[in-house]
Nanobody, 124 residues
């Protein structure tokens, strides 16, 4: 059974930073591309960042490029999202996710499992 557990959300002022972490279990973590999604109230869930199974390739939504950094540690089965220069529009529930198939591309949106999510609130 796949489990994804996020941590690190919270309340921060605009311009501040947060680091989210996700721990995965139940799959061979090192063979799956991982992603971070976010969903704001009344909005569709969007893929914010993704990192390939080996960590060599990444994808970022235009809205977060240059501010967010995704990384992974395959020895610890973790994927992190470092968020800098946060803006009020970054406020959302952030969830990590694992792709459906092994060795998928970072631009794919074919994800199979999501964590419960962690709230990130950025005040102006």
């Amino acid at each position: 059974q796949v489990q994804l557990v996020e941590s690190g959300g919270g309340l921060v002022q605009a311009g501040g930073s947060l680091r989210l972490s996700c721990t995965s279990s139940g799959r061979t973590f090192s063979t799956y591309t991982m992603g971070w999604f976010r969903q704001a109230p009344g909005m569709e869930r969007e893929l914010v960042a993704a990192i390939s199974w080996g960590g060599s390739m990444t994808y970022y939504a235009e809205s977060v490029k240059g501010r967010f950094t995704i990384s992974r540690d395959n020895a610890k089965n973790t994927v992190d999202l470092q968020m800098n220069s946060l803006k009020p529009e970054d406020t959302a529930v952030y969830s990590c996710a694992i792709q459906r198939v092994r060795y998928g591309g970072v631009s794919s949106t074919d994800y199979a499992y999501w964590g419960q999510g962690t709230q990130v609130t950025v005040s102006s």
